[in-house]
């Protein structure tokens, strides 16, 4: 599974967001927090530069990467996202596809969870709702994907006015058709504006999801992330089964899926 995080607030380095802070993503690549196995299968780092969302990833793990330490040292941006990959499938470390973040045009979308037998149980059923153009659009093969196909499909109706009101819809969708299956479903979305992420899981206790707007070391600063980037008291959980909703200038919103 990915380890993920967000942050929206002040343009800060990429360094300060993804390797500076103690327990941040590069650090708990290798040596995790509240999650036991390390994660040396792959990156990835969203960010939007003229209101459009692009990426960086890689396949191999982060530490090894010899690109990231000039890039984190020289790109700024005032909302970052990022995951971190660790996988028993030999497909998803060598296929680039399957990396996180994945994006549309406007959208970044992270997945920290799995359903259970996926291609069998879940994903002959998501294929039949797609539409051609949404279906052709996916490269990989993960489960992550998918999900995120799922919400653009959703976005394509006229009935659901926000981005909010469409994952809500989705996972309540999820709720019933995975009902019988193990699935963690905690995930990040992001329009280039606000971040939105749900903790949320099917059958089994939900994943850890944790969020701030009052860490010292981001100071105005909105974050969330499968772990607490920092030792600091004020990171809160998400509670199970709740949307969050994290924008500028508005306190953290939570909300019961």
């Known amino acids: 599974m990915s380890q993920i995080a967000a942050y929206l607030g002040a343009r800060i380095s990429l360094n300060h967001f993804l390797i500076e802070p103690p327990l941040s993503l590069f650090q708990q690549a290798r040596t995790p927090q509240e999650h036991a196995d390390i994660s040396p299968d792959g990156f990835g780092i969203g960010w939007y ?5 692009y990426r960086y990833v890689g396949t191999h793990p982060i530490w090894n990467d010899r690109n990231l330490p000039a890039l984190a040292q020289t790109m700024s941006a005032p909302l970052w996202t990022a995951a971190i990959q660790s996988t028993t499938s030999a497909t998803a ?4 596809s399957n990396a996180q973040p994945f994006h549309d045009a406007e959208l970044q979308f992270l997945h920290h969870g799995y359903i259970a037998n996926f291609h069998r149980s879940f994903k002959p059923n ?9 279906a052709a659009d996916i490269e990989g093969n993960s489960d992550s994907e998918y999900l995120f196909a799922l919400l653009r499909q959703r976005l394509m109706d006229p009935d659901f006015v926000s981005l909010e009101v469409a994952i809500q819809d989705i996972l309540s969708t999820l709720e019933v058709s995975l009902r019988d299956i193990n699935s963690s479903l905690n995930i990040i979305v992001s329009n280039g504006k606000k971040l939105i992420a749900a903790r949320h899981a099917t059958n089994q206790n939900c994943d850890s999801l944790y969020f701030t707007n009052d860490d010292d070391q981001f100071p105005g600063a909105q974050l969330v992330a499968t772990t607490p980037l920092t030792e600091s008291a004020k990171w809160h959980p998400v509670p199970e089964h709740h949307l969050l909703v994290l924008q500028p200038d508005f306190p953290p919103e939570l909300t019961r899926l």
């Open 126 to 134: 998501c294929l039949q709702y797609l539409s051609p153009e949404i």
């Open 49 to 53: 530069y003229s209101s459009k969302p």
């Open 93 to 96: 470390v060598t296929n680039p």
